[in-house]
């Protein structure tokens, strides 16, 4: 809990502000962050507070103001040991600026809320800062959870948390398939982590004739050269079987959680339990994918049971229907629908030869009930 901010621990000039005898042109220049004499930390403070302010055009201007500070006020802040509530709002507010980030999680006062912000929000390249304060990180292992639900997170990135969180005996119950994710980090040789270059780094991208040719054609960043300088067709424009298969089990368990729609079907049909496991629990399912799902006879029991034991899907018709027509339901499951069922899709299913026999007798049993 961020403790809230104390106007008399500021200066004098910053509490005459902040008064509410205070003349509303003096409190909308400090809302524009000009205070002459107060230091940066204390400007910042104020305007915090005045974004909070109950006359609508100070607040207003001080919450556009925060998000364009002035570098030499914003640089001169970074300096200075800021309230918790300050770096909060900085942190949201330059969530992709490394220059601001850097000086923001050295401050002695880094509030979790913050670091969970840029953890859920951030890009690769903020992510990867966020990863490398392990103490944090076991101290607040919600952030773990947000970095690894962050779809800008590297592969090896999680892969590295996930392994430290189960060598702790962690457990992210934020993610919904943390079981099959623990189990398959658990099985592999966990890789040190990633030194490849980001795509900031000058020597990322492929610049000779043919990446020239390709960008002028659309196809820019095509190609790039790895390690021993061979050439290489970027992964986003690899057929999607040729990705997926390239993927070790804990990369296809996270893609299957929160990739494509694509991915995720393809990837409810792997052999491996797990990843097909870790795809019917995404959060990202849809209903229209949980029916395309359920009409399949290629999907595993494990998939339609975790299915048919989820609330929200038994909310659906069409799924519930899809259920007890598919032959590879659990039995139990399939009898525990058939009373949900309409009449007309019972009397088909009861003479059905696609479903075993124990659910026709018990489709036929609740029509006849239903008769009497």
């Known amino acids: 809990?961020?403790?809230?901010?104390?106007?008399?621990?500021?200066?004098?000039?910053?509490?005459k502000i902040l008064s509410s005898s205070a003349p509303p042109k003096l409190q909308l220049m400090a809302a524009k962050g000009i205070v002459p004499g107060v230091r940066p930390d204390e400007?910042?403070?104020?305007?915090?507070?005045?974004?909070?302010?109950?006359?609508?055009?100070?607040?207003e201007t001080a919450r556009s103001s925060l998000a364009a500070l002035p570098a030499p006020l914003l640089q001169g802040a970074l300096q200075l040991?800021?309230?918790?509530?300050?770096?909060?709002?900085?942190?949201?507010?330059?969530?992709?600026?490394?220059?601001?980030?850097?000086?923001?999680?050295?401050?002695?006062?880094?509030?979790?809320?913050a670091v969970m912000h840029l953890a859920q929000y951030g890009d690769e390249v903020v992510t990867e800062l966020v990863a490398t304060?392990?103490?944090?990180?076991?101290?607040?292992?919600?952030?773990?959870?947000?970095?690894?639900?962050?779809?800008?997170?590297?592969?090896?990135?999680?892969?590295?948390?996930?392994?430290?969180?189960?060598?702790?005996?962690?457990?992210?119950?934020?993610?919904?398939?943390?079981?099959?994710?623990?189990?398959?980090?658990?099985?592999?040789?966990i890789a040190e982590p990633s030194d490849e270059?980001?795509?900031?780094?000058?020597?990322?991208?492929?610049?000779?004739?043919?990446?020239?040719?390709?960008?002028?054609?659309?196809?820019?960043?095509?190609f790039f050269e790895d390690d021993e300088g061979q050439e290489l067709l970027e992964d986003k424009l690899k057929p999607l079987h040729t990705r997926i298969s390239d993927m070790s089990v804990s990369q296809k368990i996270r893609r299957a959680m929160l990739g494509t729609k694509e991915e995720r079907l393809m990837l409810i049909r792997?052999?491996?339990?797990?990843?097909?496991?870790?795809?019917?629990?995404?959060?990202?399912?849809?209903?229209?994918d949980v029916v395309q799902i359920t009409r399949n006879r290629g999907v595993s029991i494990d998939v339609l049971r975790i299915i048919g034991m989820s609330a929200e899907w038994m909310k659906s018709y069409s799924v519930k229907k899809n259920l007890v027509e598919n032959a590879k339901t659990p039995i139990a499951i399939a009898q525990r629908l058939i009373?949900?069922?309409?009449?007309?899709?019972?009397r088909r299913i009861a003479k059905s030869k696609n479903v075993p026999s124990a659910v026709r007798t018990q489709a036929q049993r609740h029509l006849d009930r239903r008769k009497h």
């Open 270 to 288: 792997e052999q491996n339990k797990m990843v097909a496991s870790a795809a019917a629990r995404s959060p990202l399912l849809q209903e229209s």
């Open 339 to 346: 009373t949900q069922l309409r009449e007309s899709d019972l």
């Open 81 to 113: 040991d800021l309230p918790e509530a300050v770096i909060l709002v900085l942190a949201q507010a330059y969530t992709l600026r490394m220059d601001v980030l850097e000086g923001l999680v050295k401050m002695p006062r880094l509030p979790v809320e």
């Open 1 to 15: 809990m961020i403790p809230p901010l104390d106007p008399s621990q500021l200066c004098v000039p910053a509490q």
């Open 133 to 189: 304060n392990q103490e944090l990180l076991l101290q607040n292992p919600q952030i773990i959870e947000q970095l690894y639900l962050n779809k800008a997170t590297r592969m090896s990135t999680t892969d590295r948390l996930v392994e430290l969180s189960v060598r702790n005996g962690i457990e992210l119950q934020g993610i919904a398939a943390w079981k099959e994710v623990a189990q398959a980090i658990q099985g592999e040789l």
């Open 197 to 222: 270059p980001l795509p900031e780094d000058e020597d990322f991208w492929e610049t000779d004739d043919l990446a020239h040719e390709l960008t002028h054609a659309g196809l820019q960043d095509a």
């Open 43 to 59: 400007i910042l403070t104020v305007m915090v507070l005045l974004s909070e302010s109950d006359t609508p055009e100070v607040a």
